[in-house]
Protein backbone atom coordinates (compact mmCIF):
# COMPACT_ATOMS: atom_id res chain seq x y z
CA UNK A 1 0.00 0.00 0.00
CA UNK A 2 1.44 3.69 -1.32
CA UNK A 3 1.01 6.25 1.20
CA UNK A 4 -0.54 9.69 -1.03
CA UNK A 5 2.56 12.42 -0.64
CA UNK A 6 5.18 10.21 0.14
CA UNK A 7 7.89 9.42 -1.91
CA UNK A 8 11.87 9.21 -2.05
CA UNK A 9 13.79 10.59 -4.65
CA UNK A 10 17.01 8.85 -5.03
CA UNK A 11 19.81 9.65 -6.62
CA UNK A 12 19.25 12.75 -9.11
CA UNK A 13 21.30 15.87 -8.96
CA UNK A 14 19.46 18.35 -7.25
CA UNK A 15 19.09 21.69 -7.87
CA UNK A 16 20.25 24.33 -5.05
CA UNK A 17 19.71 27.91 -6.16
CA UNK A 18 22.22 28.82 -3.16
CA UNK A 19 24.37 25.94 -4.25
CA UNK A 20 26.81 25.19 -7.35
CA UNK A 21 24.00 25.81 -9.94
CA UNK A 22 26.39 24.62 -12.96
CA UNK A 23 27.13 21.11 -10.60
CA UNK A 24 24.78 20.23 -8.29
CA UNK A 25 25.29 17.70 -5.85
CA UNK A 26 23.61 14.22 -6.21
CA UNK A 27 21.09 13.69 -3.36
CA UNK A 28 17.70 11.90 -2.31
CA UNK A 29 15.16 13.89 -1.68
CA UNK A 30 12.35 12.13 0.99
CA UNK A 31 8.73 13.91 0.84
CA UNK A 32 6.43 13.38 3.38
CA UNK A 33 2.48 14.39 3.28
CA UNK A 34 3.63 16.30 -0.07
CA UNK A 35 5.94 18.41 1.49
CA UNK A 36 9.86 17.93 1.56
CA UNK A 37 10.96 16.54 4.47
CA UNK A 38 14.45 15.92 4.19
CA UNK A 39 17.33 16.31 1.43
CA UNK A 40 20.92 14.33 1.63
CA UNK A 41 22.77 11.04 0.97
CA UNK A 42 21.28 7.68 1.47
CA UNK A 43 18.01 8.41 2.66
CA UNK A 44 15.97 5.41 3.72
CA UNK A 45 12.12 5.31 2.41
CA UNK A 46 9.35 5.68 4.92
CA UNK A 47 6.98 2.91 4.93
CA UNK A 48 4.75 3.15 2.18
CA UNK A 49 6.22 5.59 0.53
CA UNK A 50 7.12 5.20 -3.87
CA UNK A 51 10.63 5.21 -4.47
CA UNK A 52 11.36 7.16 -7.90
CA UNK A 53 15.03 6.20 -9.25
CA UNK A 54 16.20 9.73 -10.57
CA UNK A 55 19.50 8.22 -11.56
CA UNK A 56 20.83 10.48 -14.69
CA UNK A 57 18.10 13.07 -13.82
CA UNK A 58 18.53 16.70 -12.80
CA UNK A 59 15.44 17.48 -10.17
CA UNK A 60 14.81 21.14 -10.29
CA UNK A 61 11.99 22.99 -8.38
CA UNK A 62 8.86 23.33 -10.31
CA UNK A 63 8.58 26.24 -12.71
CA UNK A 64 5.80 28.31 -11.93
CA UNK A 65 3.67 30.56 -14.65
CA UNK A 66 3.04 33.92 -12.86
CA UNK A 67 1.00 35.16 -15.50
CA UNK A 68 -1.55 33.31 -17.67
CA UNK A 69 -5.23 33.54 -19.30
CA UNK A 70 -7.16 30.57 -19.39
CA UNK A 71 -9.61 31.73 -20.96
CA UNK A 72 -8.28 32.00 -24.90
CA UNK A 73 -5.95 28.36 -24.68
CA UNK A 74 -8.04 27.24 -28.06
CA UNK A 75 -6.88 30.58 -30.01
CA UNK A 76 -3.28 29.65 -29.32
CA UNK A 77 -1.84 29.55 -33.38
CA UNK A 78 -5.09 31.83 -34.39
CA UNK A 79 -3.24 34.90 -35.21
CA UNK A 80 0.03 35.87 -36.85
CA UNK A 81 1.54 38.15 -34.64
CA UNK A 82 -0.40 41.82 -34.19
CA UNK A 83 -0.61 44.62 -31.90
CA UNK A 84 -3.06 44.60 -28.93
CA UNK A 85 -5.19 47.16 -30.22
CA UNK A 86 -5.92 44.83 -32.79
CA UNK A 87 -5.68 41.51 -31.52
CA UNK A 88 -8.71 42.96 -29.25
CA UNK A 89 -11.15 43.19 -31.37
CA UNK A 90 -10.86 38.87 -31.75
CA UNK A 91 -9.51 37.68 -28.43
CA UNK A 92 -11.87 39.66 -26.60
CA UNK A 93 -15.14 37.64 -27.94
CA UNK A 94 -13.66 34.36 -27.94
CA UNK A 95 -12.60 34.20 -24.08
CA UNK A 96 -16.12 34.85 -23.01
CA UNK A 97 -19.55 33.43 -22.62
CA UNK A 98 -18.42 29.64 -23.80
CA UNK A 99 -20.53 26.35 -22.66
CA UNK A 100 -19.01 24.44 -19.65
CA UNK A 101 -18.19 21.98 -21.79
CA UNK A 102 -15.40 23.95 -23.57
CA UNK A 103 -14.55 26.02 -20.05
CA UNK A 104 -13.59 22.55 -18.87
CA UNK A 105 -11.57 21.73 -22.09
CA UNK A 106 -9.77 24.49 -22.18
CA UNK A 107 -8.75 24.87 -18.65
CA UNK A 108 -7.21 20.91 -18.82
CA UNK A 109 -5.56 21.59 -21.87
CA UNK A 110 -3.73 24.65 -20.56
CA UNK A 111 -3.10 22.80 -17.36
CA UNK A 112 -1.72 19.76 -19.29
CA UNK A 113 0.71 22.15 -21.37
CA UNK A 114 1.67 23.48 -18.53
CA UNK A 115 2.77 20.01 -16.75
CA UNK A 116 3.87 18.36 -19.70
CA UNK A 117 6.26 21.85 -19.63
CA UNK A 118 7.65 21.39 -16.26
CA UNK A 119 5.26 24.17 -14.54
CA UNK A 120 3.80 22.68 -11.37
CA UNK A 121 1.59 25.60 -10.26
CA UNK A 122 0.01 28.24 -13.18
CA UNK A 123 -1.54 31.62 -12.13
CA UNK A 124 -4.89 31.75 -13.61
CA UNK A 125 -5.67 35.68 -14.23
CA UNK A 126 -9.13 34.16 -15.82
CA UNK A 127 -11.77 36.35 -17.48
CA UNK A 128 -14.53 35.09 -16.27
CA UNK A 129 -17.50 35.47 -18.57
CA UNK A 130 -20.18 34.97 -17.43
CA UNK A 131 -19.16 35.76 -13.57
CA UNK A 132 -21.18 32.91 -12.32
CA UNK A 133 -20.57 30.04 -9.49
CA UNK A 134 -20.89 27.11 -12.11
CA UNK A 135 -17.83 28.45 -14.41
CA UNK A 136 -16.19 28.77 -11.20
CA UNK A 137 -16.69 25.13 -10.46
CA UNK A 138 -16.27 24.38 -13.39
CA UNK A 139 -12.90 25.89 -13.67
CA UNK A 140 -11.82 24.55 -10.33
CA UNK A 141 -12.44 20.71 -11.20
CA UNK A 142 -10.83 20.94 -14.37
CA UNK A 143 -7.58 21.97 -12.05
CA UNK A 144 -8.07 19.93 -9.65
CA UNK A 145 -8.60 16.93 -11.85
CA UNK A 146 -5.33 17.97 -13.54
CA UNK A 147 -3.45 17.98 -10.53
CA UNK A 148 -1.79 21.66 -11.34
CA UNK A 149 -1.04 24.08 -8.39
CA UNK A 150 -2.95 26.87 -9.09
CA UNK A 151 -3.66 30.73 -8.26
CA UNK A 152 -6.69 31.49 -8.89
CA UNK A 153 -7.72 35.41 -9.87
CA UNK A 154 -10.77 35.92 -11.78
CA UNK A 155 -10.40 39.80 -13.25
CA UNK A 156 -12.68 42.31 -11.87
CA UNK A 157 -12.60 45.65 -13.47
CA UNK A 158 -15.20 48.34 -13.51
CA UNK A 159 -14.24 50.37 -16.30
CA UNK A 160 -14.70 48.96 -19.39
CA UNK A 161 -12.35 46.99 -21.95
CA UNK A 162 -12.83 50.37 -23.99
CA UNK A 163 -10.53 51.70 -21.48
CA UNK A 164 -8.03 49.55 -22.92
CA UNK A 165 -7.62 51.59 -26.13
CA UNK A 166 -6.03 55.41 -26.05
CA UNK A 167 -8.65 57.64 -27.54
CA UNK A 168 -11.24 55.66 -27.22
CA UNK A 169 -13.80 58.81 -28.11
CA UNK A 170 -12.50 58.99 -31.41
CA UNK A 171 -13.56 55.35 -32.49
CA UNK A 172 -17.19 55.00 -33.86
CA UNK A 173 -19.88 53.58 -31.10
CA UNK A 174 -19.88 50.54 -32.99
CA UNK A 175 -16.39 49.51 -32.49
CA UNK A 176 -16.33 51.23 -29.22
CA UNK A 177 -19.53 48.77 -28.61
CA UNK A 178 -17.26 45.98 -29.96
CA UNK A 179 -14.51 46.18 -28.09
CA UNK A 180 -17.07 46.66 -24.77
CA UNK A 181 -18.25 49.72 -22.96
CA UNK A 182 -20.57 48.01 -20.27
CA UNK A 183 -18.92 46.98 -16.57
CA UNK A 184 -20.74 45.17 -13.69
CA UNK A 185 -21.31 46.83 -10.71
CA UNK A 186 -18.09 47.09 -8.35
CA UNK A 187 -19.76 45.32 -4.74
CA UNK A 188 -21.37 42.68 -7.36
CA UNK A 189 -17.92 41.50 -8.49
CA UNK A 190 -16.14 41.93 -4.85
CA UNK A 191 -19.00 40.12 -3.09
CA UNK A 192 -19.14 37.01 -5.66
CA UNK A 193 -15.12 36.99 -5.28
CA UNK A 194 -15.42 36.45 -1.66
CA UNK A 195 -17.43 33.99 -1.75
CA UNK A 196 -15.80 31.78 -3.93
CA UNK A 197 -12.79 32.33 -1.63
CA UNK A 198 -15.38 31.04 1.23
CA UNK A 199 -16.52 28.04 -1.03
CA UNK A 200 -13.40 26.96 -1.89
CA UNK A 201 -10.82 27.79 0.96
CA UNK A 202 -7.23 27.93 -0.26
CA UNK A 203 -4.95 25.00 0.76
CA UNK A 204 -3.60 22.08 -0.80
CA UNK A 205 -3.09 22.62 -4.55
CA UNK A 206 -5.25 25.81 -4.40
CA UNK A 207 -4.44 29.47 -3.81
CA UNK A 208 -6.08 32.45 -4.68
CA UNK A 209 -5.60 36.20 -5.48
CA UNK A 210 -6.72 39.18 -6.37
CA UNK A 211 -6.71 40.57 -9.58
CA UNK A 212 -8.22 44.38 -11.08
CA UNK A 213 -7.31 44.08 -14.82
CA UNK A 214 -5.71 47.16 -14.99
CA UNK A 215 -5.65 50.40 -13.16
CA UNK A 216 -7.09 52.14 -16.13
CA UNK A 217 -10.27 49.97 -15.94
CA UNK A 218 -10.36 50.54 -12.09
CA UNK A 219 -11.92 53.38 -10.08
CA UNK A 220 -10.16 53.98 -6.49
CA UNK A 221 -13.22 52.20 -5.51
CA UNK A 222 -12.57 49.61 -6.92
CA UNK A 223 -9.00 49.59 -6.35
CA UNK A 224 -9.39 50.31 -2.70
CA UNK A 225 -11.92 47.07 -2.66
CA UNK A 226 -9.48 44.95 -4.20
CA UNK A 227 -7.10 45.92 -1.48
CA UNK A 228 -8.72 45.35 1.49
CA UNK A 229 -9.93 41.78 0.46
CA UNK A 230 -6.39 41.16 -0.74
CA UNK A 231 -5.31 42.11 3.59
CA UNK A 232 -8.11 40.16 4.80
CA UNK A 233 -7.19 36.62 3.16
CA UNK A 234 -3.37 37.63 2.88
CA UNK A 235 -3.56 37.49 -1.22
CA UNK A 236 -1.01 38.92 -3.97
CA UNK A 237 -2.72 41.43 -6.08
CA UNK A 238 -1.87 41.09 -9.94
CA UNK A 239 -2.92 43.79 -12.16
CA UNK A 240 -1.57 44.60 -15.64
CA UNK A 241 0.59 47.92 -15.57
CA UNK A 242 2.26 49.51 -19.44
CA UNK A 243 1.85 46.74 -21.48
CA UNK A 244 1.55 48.91 -24.42
CA UNK A 245 3.19 52.52 -25.13
CA UNK A 246 -0.48 53.61 -25.74
CA UNK A 247 -1.06 53.00 -21.85
CA UNK A 248 1.45 54.77 -20.97
CA UNK A 249 0.06 57.51 -22.85
CA UNK A 250 -3.29 56.60 -21.03
CA UNK A 251 -1.29 57.07 -18.19
CA UNK A 252 0.04 60.92 -19.14
CA UNK A 253 -3.28 62.09 -20.93
CA UNK A 254 -6.12 60.34 -18.27
CA UNK A 255 -3.93 60.57 -14.87
CA UNK A 256 -2.39 63.82 -14.72
CA UNK A 257 -3.93 64.33 -11.23
CA UNK A 258 -1.22 61.45 -9.68
CA UNK A 259 1.64 62.87 -11.54
CA UNK A 260 0.74 60.72 -15.02
CA UNK A 261 1.44 57.55 -13.39
CA UNK A 262 -0.15 54.32 -12.75
CA UNK A 263 2.20 53.97 -10.13
CA UNK A 264 1.41 56.88 -8.99
CA UNK A 265 -2.34 56.25 -8.98
CA UNK A 266 -1.94 53.04 -7.22
CA UNK A 267 -0.48 54.34 -4.66
CA UNK A 268 -3.35 56.55 -3.83
CA UNK A 269 -5.43 53.52 -4.02
CA UNK A 270 -3.95 51.66 -1.14
CA UNK A 271 -2.28 49.01 -3.39
CA UNK A 272 1.60 49.60 -3.90
CA UNK A 273 3.11 46.88 -1.53
CA UNK A 274 4.66 44.26 -1.04
CA UNK A 275 1.31 42.51 -2.17
CA UNK A 276 1.30 44.12 -5.76
CA UNK A 277 2.54 42.36 -8.76
CA UNK A 278 2.41 44.29 -11.99
CA UNK A 279 2.02 42.31 -14.75
CA UNK A 280 4.45 43.40 -18.10
CA UNK A 281 5.85 47.11 -16.99
CA UNK A 282 7.57 47.21 -20.59
CA UNK A 283 6.63 51.24 -20.44
CA UNK A 284 7.58 51.88 -16.65
CA UNK A 285 10.02 54.56 -15.71
CA UNK A 286 13.17 54.01 -13.91
CA UNK A 287 12.20 56.53 -11.08
CA UNK A 288 8.81 54.25 -11.09
CA UNK A 289 11.04 50.87 -11.03
CA UNK A 290 12.95 52.66 -8.21
CA UNK A 291 9.33 53.32 -6.51
CA UNK A 292 8.19 49.70 -7.29
CA UNK A 293 11.43 48.59 -5.28
CA UNK A 294 11.35 50.22 -2.28
CA UNK A 295 7.69 49.39 -1.41
CA UNK A 296 8.98 45.58 -2.71
CA UNK A 297 6.31 45.58 -4.68
CA UNK A 298 7.02 43.04 -8.04
CA UNK A 299 6.87 42.94 -11.74
CA UNK A 300 5.77 40.13 -14.02
CA UNK A 301 7.79 40.13 -17.23
CA UNK A 302 5.84 38.43 -20.17
CA UNK A 303 8.82 38.98 -23.35
CA UNK A 304 7.28 36.02 -25.61
CA UNK A 305 3.10 38.01 -25.60
CA UNK A 306 5.04 41.75 -25.60
CA UNK A 307 6.65 40.35 -29.13
CA UNK A 308 4.20 38.79 -30.69
CA UNK A 309 1.60 41.55 -29.73
CA UNK A 310 4.26 44.08 -30.37
CA UNK A 311 4.34 46.05 -27.66
CA UNK A 312 7.79 46.02 -27.26
CA UNK A 313 10.39 44.93 -24.74
CA UNK A 314 10.55 45.19 -21.04
CA UNK A 315 13.81 47.03 -20.20
CA UNK A 316 15.74 44.14 -18.09
CA UNK A 317 19.12 45.55 -17.61
CA UNK A 318 16.77 48.51 -15.75
CA UNK A 319 14.83 46.48 -13.86
CA UNK A 320 17.45 44.64 -12.99
CA UNK A 321 19.69 47.43 -11.86
CA UNK A 322 16.34 48.99 -9.66
CA UNK A 323 16.18 45.99 -7.54
CA UNK A 324 12.75 45.45 -8.29
CA UNK A 325 11.38 41.88 -7.40
CA UNK A 326 10.81 40.12 -10.75
CA UNK A 327 8.82 36.75 -11.84
CA UNK A 328 8.08 35.58 -15.32
CA UNK A 329 5.51 34.29 -17.55
CA UNK A 330 4.03 33.14 -20.53
CA UNK A 331 0.31 35.13 -20.78
CA UNK A 332 -2.45 34.03 -22.73
CA UNK A 333 -2.33 31.08 -25.81
CA UNK A 334 -4.16 33.60 -27.78
CA UNK A 335 -1.00 36.13 -27.40
CA UNK A 336 2.12 34.07 -26.94
CA UNK A 337 0.99 30.98 -28.28
CA UNK A 338 2.69 28.81 -25.49
CA UNK A 339 2.90 27.98 -22.04
CA UNK A 340 7.04 27.37 -21.47
CA UNK A 341 8.55 29.02 -19.30
CA UNK A 342 12.10 27.61 -20.19
CA UNK A 343 11.30 29.93 -23.45
CA UNK A 344 9.83 32.77 -20.46
CA UNK A 345 13.99 32.91 -18.97
CA UNK A 346 15.55 32.29 -22.61
CA UNK A 347 13.70 35.18 -23.49
CA UNK A 348 14.75 36.97 -20.07
CA UNK A 349 18.30 36.53 -20.36
CA UNK A 350 18.45 37.30 -24.42
CA UNK A 351 16.51 40.69 -23.83
CA UNK A 352 19.01 42.41 -21.73
CA UNK A 353 21.81 42.62 -24.34
CA UNK A 354 19.43 45.41 -25.91
CA UNK A 355 20.69 47.81 -23.56
CA UNK A 356 24.21 45.87 -22.27
CA UNK A 357 26.43 45.31 -25.26
CA UNK A 358 29.37 44.50 -22.60
CA UNK A 359 29.61 40.48 -21.76
CA UNK A 360 27.88 39.30 -18.87
CA UNK A 361 26.71 39.48 -15.53
CA UNK A 362 25.59 35.85 -15.92
CA UNK A 363 21.68 35.66 -15.89
CA UNK A 364 20.85 32.60 -16.47
CA UNK A 365 20.47 31.33 -12.76
CA UNK A 366 18.56 34.54 -11.79
CA UNK A 367 16.10 33.44 -14.38
CA UNK A 368 15.74 30.40 -12.98
CA UNK A 369 15.63 31.83 -9.08
CA UNK A 370 12.35 34.72 -10.90
CA UNK A 371 11.00 31.26 -12.42
CA UNK A 372 10.61 29.60 -9.28
CA UNK A 373 11.12 31.56 -5.92
CA UNK A 374 10.62 35.09 -7.84
CA UNK A 375 7.00 33.71 -9.08
CA UNK A 376 6.61 32.12 -6.19
CA UNK A 377 6.57 35.17 -3.88
CA UNK A 378 4.22 37.07 -6.32
CA UNK A 379 1.87 35.05 -4.88
CA UNK A 380 2.42 35.32 -1.41
CA UNK A 381 4.05 31.61 -1.40
CA UNK A 382 8.18 32.40 -1.02
CA UNK A 383 8.46 30.35 1.92
CA UNK A 384 6.82 27.20 0.43
CA UNK A 385 7.12 27.22 -2.96
CA UNK A 386 10.49 27.83 -5.94
CA UNK A 387 13.05 25.82 -3.93
CA UNK A 388 13.77 22.02 -2.91
CA UNK A 389 14.39 22.90 1.11
CA UNK A 390 12.98 21.21 3.75
CA UNK A 391 9.65 22.19 4.78
CA UNK A 392 8.70 23.44 1.71
CA UNK A 393 5.99 21.69 -1.03
CA UNK A 394 7.30 18.83 -3.14
CA UNK A 395 6.61 20.57 -6.25
CA UNK A 396 9.34 18.51 -8.47
CA UNK A 397 10.81 18.53 -11.58
CA UNK A 398 12.83 15.50 -13.25
CA UNK A 399 14.90 16.29 -16.10
CA UNK A 400 16.05 13.43 -18.37
CA UNK A 401 19.99 13.89 -18.58
CA UNK A 402 19.77 11.12 -21.65
CA UNK A 403 18.15 14.00 -23.99
CA UNK A 404 20.54 15.11 -26.69
CA UNK A 405 19.94 19.14 -25.05
CA UNK A 406 22.21 17.34 -21.60
CA UNK A 407 24.99 15.83 -24.54
CA UNK A 408 27.80 16.96 -23.12
CA UNK A 409 26.61 18.15 -20.06
CA UNK A 410 28.35 21.51 -18.93
CA UNK A 411 26.12 23.41 -16.67
CA UNK A 412 22.75 22.49 -15.26
CA UNK A 413 21.84 26.69 -15.06
CA UNK A 414 22.80 27.43 -18.40
CA UNK A 415 21.31 24.40 -20.33
CA UNK A 416 18.18 24.70 -18.29
CA UNK A 417 17.82 28.21 -19.72
CA UNK A 418 19.43 27.85 -22.87
CA UNK A 419 19.00 24.43 -24.04
CA UNK A 420 16.24 22.90 -22.25
CA UNK A 421 13.02 23.41 -24.43
CA UNK A 422 10.46 21.27 -22.42
CA UNK A 423 11.88 18.22 -24.08
CA UNK A 424 13.76 16.61 -21.33
CA UNK A 425 10.74 17.39 -18.53
CA UNK A 426 10.34 13.27 -17.89
CA UNK A 427 8.76 13.37 -14.50
CA UNK A 428 6.85 15.93 -13.03
CA UNK A 429 5.67 15.51 -8.84
CA UNK A 430 2.64 18.17 -7.45
CA UNK A 431 2.32 18.17 -3.94
CA UNK A 432 4.09 14.99 -3.56
CA UNK A 433 1.85 13.11 -6.15
CA UNK A 434 3.10 12.36 -9.80
CA UNK A 435 1.38 14.25 -12.43
CA UNK A 436 3.71 13.24 -15.38
CA UNK A 437 5.47 9.86 -15.22
CA UNK A 438 7.76 9.01 -18.26
CA UNK A 439 6.41 11.97 -20.03
CA UNK A 440 2.44 10.39 -19.89
CA UNK A 441 -0.05 12.41 -17.23
CA UNK A 442 -1.10 10.16 -14.58
CA UNK A 443 -4.09 12.23 -14.20
CA UNK A 444 -6.19 13.18 -17.37
CA UNK A 445 -6.80 10.76 -20.51
CA UNK A 446 -5.33 13.00 -22.86
CA UNK A 447 -6.82 10.80 -26.01
CA UNK A 448 -10.06 11.67 -24.87
CA UNK A 449 -9.17 14.84 -24.12
CA UNK A 450 -7.81 15.06 -27.89
CA UNK A 451 -11.09 13.71 -29.38
CA UNK A 452 -13.56 15.68 -26.82
CA UNK A 453 -11.35 18.89 -28.08
CA UNK A 454 -11.89 18.00 -31.74
CA UNK A 455 -15.57 18.46 -31.37
CA UNK A 456 -15.56 21.47 -29.84
CA UNK A 457 -13.22 23.43 -32.31
CA UNK A 458 -16.05 22.82 -34.88
CA UNK A 459 -18.69 25.13 -32.81
CA UNK A 460 -15.46 27.24 -31.90
CA UNK A 461 -13.99 27.54 -35.07
CA UNK A 462 -17.28 28.79 -36.68
CA UNK A 463 -17.85 31.22 -33.89
CA UNK A 464 -13.94 32.65 -34.46
CA UNK A 465 -15.06 32.83 -38.61
CA UNK A 466 -18.44 34.77 -37.81
CA UNK A 467 -15.84 37.08 -35.08
CA UNK A 468 -13.54 37.66 -37.93
CA UNK A 469 -16.24 38.58 -40.52
CA UNK A 470 -17.74 41.13 -37.89
CA UNK A 471 -14.81 42.98 -37.27
CA UNK A 472 -13.88 43.95 -40.84
CA UNK A 473 -15.06 47.19 -40.39
CA UNK A 474 -13.93 47.67 -37.51
CA UNK A 475 -10.18 46.89 -37.83
CA UNK A 476 -9.18 49.86 -39.54
CA UNK A 477 -10.45 52.00 -37.01
CA UNK A 478 -8.20 49.56 -34.59
CA UNK A 479 -5.28 50.14 -36.73
CA UNK A 480 -5.62 53.85 -36.68
CA UNK A 481 -5.54 54.01 -32.94
CA UNK A 482 -2.72 51.87 -32.74
CA UNK A 483 -0.82 53.85 -35.31
CA UNK A 484 -1.48 57.15 -33.29
CA UNK A 485 -0.23 56.03 -30.30
CA UNK A 486 3.04 55.66 -32.11
CA UNK A 487 3.17 58.93 -33.52
CA UNK A 488 2.80 61.18 -30.36
CA UNK A 489 5.65 61.55 -28.16
CA UNK A 490 5.87 60.12 -24.94
CA UNK A 491 8.34 61.20 -22.12
CA UNK A 492 10.26 58.20 -21.39
CA UNK A 493 13.90 57.10 -21.34
CA UNK A 494 14.55 53.37 -22.10
CA UNK A 495 17.34 51.23 -22.06
CA UNK A 496 19.48 53.67 -19.85
CA UNK A 497 22.85 53.06 -21.84
CA UNK A 498 25.77 51.50 -19.07
CA UNK A 499 27.91 53.62 -18.16
CA UNK A 500 31.44 52.37 -17.25
ZN1 LIG B 1 -2.54 39.28 -19.11
Redesign the pocket.
Known amino acids: MTVPGSLLIKGGMVYDHDGDVHRPARADIRVEQGRIAEIGPNLVASPGAETIDAAGHLVMPGLINA ?1 Y ?1 SHDVLCRGLFEELPLEMWLLYTLPMGGNRSKEEVRARTLVGALECLRAGITCVQD ?1 LGLVPFAEDYVDTVLEAYRDAGIRTVFSPMVSDIPALGMVRNKEALPPAVQEMIGNKALPIDLQLDFLAAQIGRYPAGDRLHWAVAPFAPQRATPKLLEGCAALAEKHDLGIYT ?1 VYETRGQALIARELFSAFGGSFIDYMAACGLLGPRLNI ?1 HSVWISRAEMDRMAAADAGIVLNHLSNMKLKSGIAPVVDLRESGVRLGLGC ?2 CSGSDVQNMFQAMKLFCLFAAVSEPEPGPGLAHEALRHATLGNARTARLGQELGAIRPGYRADLVLIDMADIGWLPFNSAARQLVYTETGRGVDTVIVEGRVVIRERKCTTIDEAALRREVEGLMRHFSADYAAVVESRKAALPHMREAHARVWSTPLDLQRFIPRTR
Request: charged share 15%.
Open positions: HHMHVDN
